[in-house]
């Protein structure tokens, strides 16, 4: 009884994600994947870029629609757990101002073996980027900014990951 | 023009909402009020946003949806311009 109150509280902890416009701790996201039953922690950071297709960016907005944003990444961490045999998952992703090089996305994924744990990061980053409604506006050096819009007005995703 | 319009609510973000001006439009329907319904008002309402409808995603309750989907006054609907969060 006490046994299989234990394994469901853990199941339930499998997964975390978040939204914040405080920068992200790296450390403290490896710590929320990280258990005894994990051979490998694979952790991905998405940091912001100074230049992009030779242009100079100053800094970046990030904007989520946030209870839409909140369940796409628990839908795709949750997706992420059925598919590959996982320890446990964490997504951030950073809101609000952000100055090159902060980090705008971390997603950690711990697993039993590595081959899952890289195979389910790469998968969750890629998926992030295709449904999560989140958009970045660039504050570019020329004091023109803009709102990225992939397949308007910069290539569509995939051509550039 | 009747008493079955539905009045709904449309939430929108990033350019969409810097383009319209405001984050959340009412937009009226005559049934069927569809998401392709919608998308054609908005165009026609809305010619700052109607270069950019054609890519645009519409999500109700959190759920991305086809231009089949219905549409009732009571719907969390969102526009989605393409993503770039990541």
Known sequence: MTAVSAAEQSMEKKTTVQLTTDPIDPARVVTQVTSVDAGAVVLFLGTTRRQTAGRATDSLDYEAYEPMARAKLEELAQAAVSRWALTAVAVVHRLGHLIPPEASVAVAVSSPHRAAAFEAGKWLIDELKKVVPIWKRENWADGTSDWALPGINRPAEGATS | ?86
């Open chain 2, 1 to 86: 023009m009747n008493t079955t319009t539905i009045d709904l609510s449309v939430r929108l973000f990033a350019e969409a909402r810097d383009r319209a001006g405001e984050d959340v439009i009412a937009v009226r329907l005559e049934p069927p009020a569809t998401v392709g319904a919608l998308r054609r008002r908005l165009a026609e309402r809305y010619p700052q946003l109607e270069p950019l409808l054609p890519y645009a995603m519409f999500a109700v309750s959190h759920d991305y949806v086809s231009d089949e989907h219905p549409l009732t006054s009571e719907a969390e609907i969102a526009l989605i311009l393409p993503v770039s969060g990541g």
